[in-house]
């Protein structure tokens, strides 16, 4: 199996879905490997530029979510573009540096990519990126709603007729999903609520999650 054809599949793994052959033709372009490393807690990702001859090399950390990764990656994927157009003779994270990565990741600005929520604030971060986008407040929470390792449970998890308590301490039943929200009944006062895919509740009993479409 050819390498551009591991590397195809493996993004699927670590991005959506939509962006993995856009993705995978730069590599095809560009003499640059990926590499998928451990859990760093001091960066998200690096890019090592080789000398003439040999590749590049960017790594990202493993335990991202499919957004974090896709920024993460073009993030590096613009550090790798300067170094092969113009080496060490500019800063990292100058002009030359924000004017790659803008120009980069404005194709993967498409709602089959990036949820609308997400799409809007890493438009407004890419007027200007900042050398971490973890250091961007409004972009670093916002992808931190699509985390899933964490081992908490969102009502995006549960299944209609599924039981589980807020953070009020009320106890709520699913309903139905609507377009972007669920419909909740309150046990205790027999309202209906709409929830937030993203918000965190807690299980009654020894009930399961599921996928609620």
Not at 144 to 173: A, C, I, Q, W
Not at 178 to 195: A, E, G, H
Request: net charge positive; with cysteine.
């Amino acid at each position: 199996m050819s390498r551009n054809r591991t590397l195809r599949e493996a993004l699927f793994d670590f991005i959506p879905e939509a962006a993995v052959e856009m993705t995978a033709a730069w590599f095809d372009r560009n003499y640059v490997v990926l590499k998928v490393t451990r859990n760093r807690t001091t960066k998200l990702g690096d890019f090592r530029g080789a000398p003439a001859g040999k590749p590049s090399q960017i790594s990202i950390n493993h335990n991202l979510n499919k957004f974090s990764f896709l920024i993460t990656l073009l993030h590096e994927m613009a550090h790798a573009e300067v170094h092969l157009t113009a080496g060490r003779r500019v800063q990292p994270h100058g002009r030359a540096w924000k004017l790659a990565y803008h120009k980069l990741a404005v194709p993967y600005l498409r709602d089959d990519i990036f949820p609308e929520n997400i799409r809007n604030v890493f438009s407004n971060y890419l007027a200007n990126p900042a050398a971490s986008s973890s250091t961007y407040l409004p972009l670093a929470s916002v992808l931190k709603e699509y985390d899933t390792d964490s081992g908490e449970v969102t009502v995006s998890m549960l299944l209609p007729g599924t039981l589980f308590v807020h953070n009020s301490g009320r106890v709520f039943k699913v309903i139905e999903k609507l377009r972007k929200r669920y419909r909740c009944l309150c046990i205790d006062n027999k309202k209906t609520y709409l929830f937030s895919p993203l918000a965190v509740v807690s299980l009654l009993q020894d009930q399961k999650t599921g996928t609620a479409d």
